[in-house]
Nanobody, 113 residues
Framework: VQLQASGGGLVQPGGSLTLSCLASGRSLWSDGVAWYRQTPGHERELVAAVRRSGGSVQANFVKGRFAISRDNARSKMYLTMNRLQATDTAVYYC????????WGPGTLVTVSS
């Protein structure tokens, strides 16, 4: 199974960005999906998840700013991020939820003016 996240980059505070993730080797129908993030010196943390049943989970720091979605037919998941803050700067990773597989390389999001 391979997970390839993309769409990161430099964005100004208050801006928006949509991340994409392509899953190869495992159908998105098989489990929930989630986005995580990690900053230097910190452990990887859950950002948002959608369970296979459709229920969602969001970290407290999201505060309704982010939305996770999935396109099972294309084996892709997305994270739409709005009202970005400097504290959102991190490497973002995608994975299945809750049964994670090997982590892909992630995509760097930098929020800065």
């Amino acid at each position: 199974v391979q997970l390839q996240a993309s769409g990161g980059g430099l964005v100004q505070p208050g801006g928006s960005l949509t991340l994409s993730c392509l899953a190869s080797g495992r159908s998105l129908w098989s489990d929930g999906v989630a986005w995580y993030r990690q900053t230097p010196g910190h452990e990887r943390e859950l950002v948002a998840a959608v369970r296979r049943s459709g229920g969602s989970v969001q970290a407290n720091f999201v505060k309704g700013r982010f939305a996770i979605s999935r396109d099972n037919a294309r084996s892709k998941m997305y994270l739409t991020m709005n009202r970005l803050q400097a504290t959102d700067t991190a490497v973002y990773y995608c994975n299945f939820y809750p049964d994670e597989v090997s982590w892909g390389p992630g995509t760097l999001v930098t929020v800065s003016s």
